[in-house]
């Protein structure tokens, strides 16, 4: 490993941890298509078992030997060292997951790659929270859906507390970008998928009986906070899903609603369809 040890704030290479935003970071023209932080040796591991390939390392002496075998592919990638105190000057907060790296963003798949072969995946509209979509991410790879298509809008899966939310999952789950519903609307439907909205809405179907009928393959739709699916959205979902509820509450957050939906309207594993991951976060 090429170690560092870090003694100057303002040296070559530290910047990706100190003064740069996670959008910023996004943004970064060298490499193309920007960079993006994974946080704790256990998301590095994901990251590197996804194929995704480091620019550098932060982490605290005694991290070190967990490191190592990790970046054994990468030799020339710089390993910066430090203390905790300065560390915690450098990045803002307390390195207590013990290690950061600076990872190349892959390039996004089409959307018809991943829904090729694929029989439920998860369909993010719009949702702002990075918290909810880690959270949405680690149940899909939980409960088995094969893939995530977000919206133009949608927060970044990327983003650091997403990728923490998510225990890396979202290193896993193939994901990608799809484009404005009227386009997005044929893909999915081109593809077979059954459009599946849920929503509140006076002629929504229990997800009970859904689930008890659901079609070969379905595309789940989830929308944000507060506002819920947008109009293009519902205007082009095949049916509108709701979970009964009790005393009065009439949704769950749109994370738990995820998780709920997904168990409820799983593949059996036996018959090889979802269930490709089974989730050891």
């Known amino acids: 490993m090429?170690?560092?040890?870090?003694?100057?704030?303002?040296?070559?290479?530290?910047?990706?941890?100190?003064?740069?935003t996670d959008v910023a970071l996004r943004r970064v023209s060298e490499p193309e298509g920007g960079l993006y932080i994974a946080e704790s040796t256990k998301v590095i591991t994901r990251a590197v078992a996804a194929g995704h390939r480091p620019r550098s390392v932060l982490l605290q002496e005694q991290w070190l030997d967990d490191v190592a075998p990790l970046l054994?592919?990468?030799?020339?990638?710089?390993?910066?060292v430090g203390e905790p105190a300065l560390l915690e000057q450098l990045t803002g907060y307390h390195l207590h997951r013990g290690a950061l790296a600076a990872m190349h963003r892959p390039q996004l798949p089409d959307p018809r790659e991943l829904l090729a072969g694929a029989r439920r995946v998860v369909v993010l509209e719009d949702i702002v929270d990075h918290t909810n979509v880690g959270a949405i991410f680690r149940s899909v790879a939980g409960l088995g859906a094969e893939a995530v298509l977000v919206s133009p809008r949608c927060a970044d899966p990327l983003y650091r507390r997403s990728v923490r939310v998510s225990m890396g999952t979202v290193l896993q789950v193939p994901w990608t970008r799809l484009p404005e519903w009227d386009e997005a609307a044929p893909l999915l439907h081109d593809a077979g998928f059954e459009i599946a909205a849920l929503a509140l809405a006076d002629?929504?179907?229990?997800?009970?009986a859904y689930a008890?009928?659901?079609?070969?393959?379905?595309?789940?739709?989830?929308?944000?906070?507060?506002?819920?699916?947008?109009?293009r959205a519902l205007a082009v979902a095949d049916v509108v899903v709701t979970i009964p509820m009790l005393n009065g509450v009439d949704s769950l957050n749109v994370a738990?609603?995820?998780?709920?939906?997904?168990?409820a309207t799983r593949?059996?594993?036996?018959s090889g369809g979802a269930g490709a991951f089974s989730g050891d976060a």
């Open 2 to 20: 090429q170690i560092h040890r870090v003694t100057d704030l303002t040296a070559d290479g530290l910047a990706d941890y100190s003064r740069l």
């Open 72 to 80: 054994a592919p990468f030799p020339d990638v710089p390993v910066f």
């Open 203 to 208: 002629d929504a179907v229990s997800l009970d």
């Open 212 to 231: 008890a009928a659901a079609p070969e393959r379905v595309a789940l739709v989830f929308g944000a906070e507060g506002d819920g699916l947008s109009r």
């Open 256 to 263: 738990s609603a995820s998780a709920v939906v997904l168990w």
């Open 267 to 270: 593949v059996p594993a036996e």
